[in-house]
């Protein structure tokens, strides 16, 4: 076993409420394109690749989130690296996701009412929020989903695809599997490689999500304890946004 082969332990999902009350002091952090970053990271934006409507070419997160993500994948052993699938998301896409899930739930679930919905559909997708006091995570700058894959560019095996909603995706799960077989224990060592190498670069875990990690937004204060989150709501601005702002500005 190395250093970054650590036993994970099971963690409660946060109290939500707290969680989005927790104050944000955020200083304007930028947003940076993951795709300039050269190696030791890999960028693969998953949503793009799937089709989902409003999703982006490109990876953005905050500049701290980039140095942490070099960070971690720095850690990893020779052989193995980290890739990137999501960071920062538009509301719209926020939205999608969420309404696609809790549609799929209420078909599942008919007898359920609207805040069973919510309970469900939030191990897994944060309700859709532009609110400068409690951001969707995602929205933030400050959320990313990550996994590992070999040096040919193939995805090591985590149990379960990126944004599966079964049981065996929360983070501690195979844990629990009391004899493992061969796979499993593949398994459960890339979880911990992945959950290791993260953790110490200062990002901590969503329990229900193995590959959502968090730094400097809400959800990374409430679980490392700080008293402030550092990331607010952020906004990429489109060229015709930039433009007609500089125009006003020049104007006045």
């Not at 990893?76 to 690296?81: N, S």
């Amino acid at each position: 076993m190395n250093f970054l082969s650590q036993p994970l332990q099971s963690q409660p999902e946060p109290d939500w409420a707290r969680l989005q009350a927790l104050p944000i002091v955020d200083k304007g952090e930028p947003l940076v394109p993951l795709g300039l970053v050269p190696s030791p990271l890999r960028v693969y934006p998953a949503y793009f690749h799937l089709g989902v409507p409003g999703a982006l070419t490109e990876c953005y997160v905050r500049r701290p989130v980039l140095e942490r993500l070099q960070q971690a994948a720095m850690l990893l052993p020779a052989g193995v690296e980290l890739v990137v699938l999501d960071g920062w998301r538009p509301f719209r896409v926020q939205q999608y996701l969420y309404e696609t899930l809790v549609d799929a739930l209420s078909r599942q679930y008919p007898d359920e009412d609207e805040q069973g919905l919510l309970t469900r559909a939030r191990h897994f997708v944060a309700p859709p929020s532009a609110d400068d006091a409690a951001p969707s995570p995602h929205l933030t700058g400050g959320a990313v989903d990550v996994c590992l894959c070999d040096g040919t560019g193939r995805l090591l095996n985590m149990g379960t695809g990126f944004d599966d909603i079964s049981p065996w995706s929360y983070t501690a799960a195979f844990e629990a599997v009391v004899r493992p077989g061969a796979e499993e224990a593949e398994i459960i060592e890339n979880r911990r490689l992945l959950h290791s190498c993260m953790t110490r670069a200062g990002f901590t875990n969503l329990p229900s999500e193995w590959w959502h990690y968090d730094y400097g937004n809400q959800s990374w204060a409430w679980y490392s304890r700080q008293p402030h989150a550092l990331f607010g709501v952020a906004q990429q601005h489109s060229l015709a946004e930039r433009w007609r702002a500089q125009v006003a500005s020049a104007g006045g």
